[in-house]
């Protein structure tokens, strides 16, 4: 027979969620869900927390901070609220990564944006366990300049993506490809904002942050659930800017990694 792990606390926690559902009814926004959570464990006895700080490490360098929706009984288990028509698995794979860096013994994902509550259940099972990387031995067969390199580098992407998995914003994946790189002693430089001119004349600088890598390769690191045409349209004019011929979109956002490689328009 399986151990459930924490049953009472988890019967307790799920009593408070379903009288949260039923008075407040579904599709608020989350944050009423979150403070009435607070509110229903504490009258219960239940020690808990919200928007608990964590750090995000990526090969023993800090790349940026997680908040915890609500956090129960000193990590004995963590909410991962959501308001939407169902829970996906990019819900699923968002908690098994805020497992892995809060080290919880429990994520519970609960959905208050259907007419009645969902909750999923999801014990820590990846306490202590080293991931062995699948990484693609080469570009899909496209013609692409610098491929050698291009390789090396989306390989460092997924090694990235991974170790944290899904649910970070686009600065934690971006300074944990910053950390891959020169753990794999690729050369980069780090492109915050550059300037855009007209006819020669500077109107400003825009915030582009890119890691341009080898002086070869623009690289956006990222994190969106809808990746559109937009993005590659804003990357080719980063090439032209910087006169580079090959881009890298990484959109870090769902179960899997999203790789999309840019060339540079040519013009007449």
């Keep these: 027979m399986v151990e459930i792990i924490h049953k009472e606390l ?3 926690v799920r009593g408070v969620l379903f009288d949260v559902h039923n008075q407040l009814g579904p599709l608020l926004p989350e944050k009423f869900y979150q403070e009435a959570v607070a509110i229903g464990l504490e009258a219960n006895g239940l020690a808990c927390q919200t928007e608990k ?3 995000v490490y990526y090969c023993g360098v800090e790349v940026g901070r997680y908040f915890v929706d609500v956090w129960v009984e000193g990590g004995q288990l963590l909410l991962e609220l959501k308001v939407a028509p169902e829970i996906l698995p990019i819900h699923q794979a968002q908690a098994i990564s805020y497992l892995k860096v809060t080290d919880a013994d429990l994520a519970v994902v609960v959905n208050f944006g259907a007419r009645s509550l969902e909750d999923m259940r999801l014990p820590n099972r990846v306490r202590g366990e080293t991931a062995v990387p699948h990484l693609p031995t ?3 067969p496209v013609a ?3 491929p050698e390199l291009a390789t090396e580098i989306v390989n460092c992407l997924h090694r990235v993506h991974l170790a944290l998995g899904p649910g970070f914003l686009h600065q934690v994946y971006r300074r944990a490809t910053m ?3 020169r753990e794999q002693s690729i050369g980069f430089n780090y492109i915050k904002e550059s300037p855009i001119y007209y006819q020669g004349i500077e109107l400003g600088k825009h915030e582009t942050r ?3 890598v080898e002086d070869s390769i623009l690289v956006a690191a990222f994190a969106v659930k809808d990746n559109d045409e937009s993005l590659k349209a804003r990357l ?3 090439l032209r800017r910087h006169n580079k011929e090959l881009g890298i979109l990484a959109n870090f956002y769902g179960s899997k990694l999203d790789i999309s490689l840019v060339k540079r328009a040519r013009t007449n």
């Design 10 to 12: 988890s019967y307790a």
């Design 53 to 55: 700080p964590f750090t």
């Design 138 to 140: 080469s570009l899909p």
């Design 144 to 146: 692409v300049p610098f």
């Design 179 to 181: 950390v891959e790189l």
């Design 210 to 212: 890119l890691i341009l």
């Design 236 to 238: 080719r004019s980063q």
